[in-house]
């Protein structure tokens, strides 16, 4: 099982920018996929980005152009820069790696993101 603990979230106002971090246990550079979700109270969670072994990147359409997910495999790290945040970006944000194909997701603690002004 992977752990993984997130960078702290925290409030910002309509337009800002925050960049998440993600920190791995355990070596990411060969994992199967990897990503970041999110959840907000009354509603499904949502898979925001994901990134693929090959650093394929995809995104929810709810954040195309406005999110970018990165990852250093020296540093087990993955990143969410998230930029021109908007109300509807508040949630809890997850990350999730999984290690090897049809191997269990392991996911993060969460951090709370609120967007407001």
């Known amino acids: 099982q992977v752990r993984l603990v997130e960078s702290e979230g925290g409030w910002l106002q309509p337009g800002g920018s925050l960049r998440l971090s993600c920190v791995a246990s355990?070596?990411?550079?060969?994992?199967?996929?990897m990503g970041w979700s999110r959840r907000d109270p009354g509603k499904q969670r949502e898979l925001v980005a994901g990134?693929?072994?090959?650093?394929?990147?995809d995104y929810a359409d709810s954040v195309k152009g406005r999110f970018t997910i990165s990852r250093d495999n020296a540093q087990n790290t993955m990143y969410l820069q998230m930029n021109s945040l908007k109300p509807e970006d508040t949630a809890v944000y997850y990350c999730?790696?999984?290690?090897?194909?049809?191997?269990?997701?392991?996911w993060g603690e969460g951090t709370q993101v609120t967007v407001s002004s």
């Open positions: 999730y790696v999984q290690a090897s194909v049809g191997a269990p997701w392991d």
């Open positions: 990134i693929s072994s090959g650093s394929i990147t």
């Open positions: 355990d070596g990411i550079a060969t994992a199967n996929a």
